[in-house]
């Protein structure tokens, strides 16, 4: 009876061992498949946020790329129009330093700045360039203007005319002109350039 109850005590020992075994071995397929799906979650966050990371270098890129091709535009623009106007001072200087349209332009110039000035019938000065003074004095006299026309260093291509009591000076040349000009025309000149 003594070896009975032995072999029944190490039998259920047995039992109660492979019992024990089995259920060490369940929580340890659990807790490597846990430890399985975490390290995928993690795997996976950690390429979602390098995804977001290269998607959002892409962008800083683009954006970076697409504000210097539209600066590079933009200056392109910018030296079209200056060169328009260039050119545009050009062939207006070279056409005011024409003797025969010289006379012309300068008598324009001078019947615009005096209006206003004259009105009153007052003597006004007028001040030009030294190879200019004649041919304002000419135009002066062919405007009817009460004008005493005197040499300044400082006029080139026009005139500055100045009220009898000097509180009103109009100053009327090509490139005070063409300085308004462009501040005038700068859009509609980029709209004739570039409109769609």
């Known amino acids: 009876m003594g070896t009975q109850l032995i072999q029944l005590l ?16 369940a929580k340890a397929e659990e807790i490597i498949a846990a430890a399985g799906r975490e390290a995928g979650e993690i795997e996976a966050a950690a390429k979602q946020r390098v995804e977001t990371e290269r998607a959002q270098a892409r962008a800083r890129a683009t954006s970076t790329a697409s504000l210097r091709a539209a600066s590079l535009v933009l200056a392109a623009k910018d030296e079209a129009i200056r060169k328009v106007f260039e050119q545009t001072e050009t062939e207006v200087r070279t056409a005011a330093g ?5 006379g012309t332009v300068l008598r324009a110039l001078l019947r615009e700045a005096a209006q206003g000035l004259s009105a009153g019938g007052g003597r006004v000065t007028v001040e030009a360039a030294r ?20 040499e300044a260093a400082g006029v080139t291509d026009g005139v500055r005319v100045a009220a009898a009591d000097g509180r009103v000076v109009v100053e009327n040349t090509l490139g005070s002109r063409l300085a308004r ?7 509609r000149v980029a709209e004739t350039l570039w409109s769609r």
């Open 10 to 25: 190490e039998q259920e020992a047995r039992v109660e061992k492979d019992q024990v075994l089995k259920e060490a071995q």
């Open 98 to 102: 024409d003797s025969k349209r010289r």
């Open 131 to 150: 190879g200019d003074v004649q041919a304002v004095r000419d135009a002066a006299k062919e405007l009817g203007l009460d004008a005493e026309v005197r």
């Open 181 to 187: 000009a462009r501040r005038e025309m700068v859009s």
